[in-house]
């Protein structure tokens, strides 16, 4: 197989998961009968841990790949690309912990005051489908041409 098309599966794959579990899943558990908060929030917690294990591994996948792509669009595919990855980083070394440790809370039954940690993962999730399609396009406009 084309590097070039391995590249560009693993990216849509990757898009797949993230609208498949951040703009679909995370919203739609709670509209299911007899879901609680609390139950919801952990089905949550367990949904994303998972989610953001299968990111890294994508991330890595496409990064030892892009090693061994050539194209004029390179650099700036890079960009986008890096960019995807400084958004995991956040999300994983801040806000997945900041969100959990709120779902602890909520299940221990505390009162917590609102925070801004959802909006700002979900605007970074944003970011990274937002950016995945651009880079995953462009590897495929590598290919057309």
Same mark, same amino acid.
């Given at each position: 197989m084309d590097i070039t098309i391995f590249i560009a599966s693993c990216t849509f794959i990757w898009i797949g998961f993230i609208g498949a579990i951040s703009f679909? !899943?995370?919203?739609?558990?709670?509209?299911?009968?007899? =879901?609680?908060?609390?139950?919801?929030?952990?089905?949550? &917690?367990?949904?994303?841990?998972?989610?953001n &294990?299968? !990111?890294?591994? +994508?991330?890595t996948i496409i990064s030892v790949s892009l090693f061994f792509y050539e194209s004029k669009l390179k650099?700036?595919? !890079?960009?986008?690309? +890096?960019?995807?990855? =400084?958004?995991?980083?956040?999300?994983?070394?801040?806000?997945?912990?900041?969100?959990? &440790?709120?779902? &602890?809370?909520?299940k221990g039954g505390t009162n917590?005051?609102?925070?801004?940690?959802?909006?700002?993962?979900?605007?970074f999730e944003f970011i990274k489908l937002l950016l995945l399609i651009f880079f995953g396009g462009g590897i495929l406009h590598s290919v057309i041409r």
């Open positions: 679909m !899943e995370s919203w739609l558990k709670f509209r299911a009968p007899g =879901i609680t908060m609390p139950i919801g929030l952990s089905i949550g &917690k367990v949904v994303f841990g998972a989610l &294990k299968v !990111e890294w591994a +994508l991330a650099s700036l595919l !890079e960009v986008f690309f +890096l960019i995807v990855i =400084i958004s995991l980083v956040v999300q994983t070394a801040w806000l997945l912990p900041a969100l959990s &440790k709120r779902v &602890k809370a909520i917590l005051s609102s925070s801004n940690h959802h909006l700002y993962y979900i605007c």
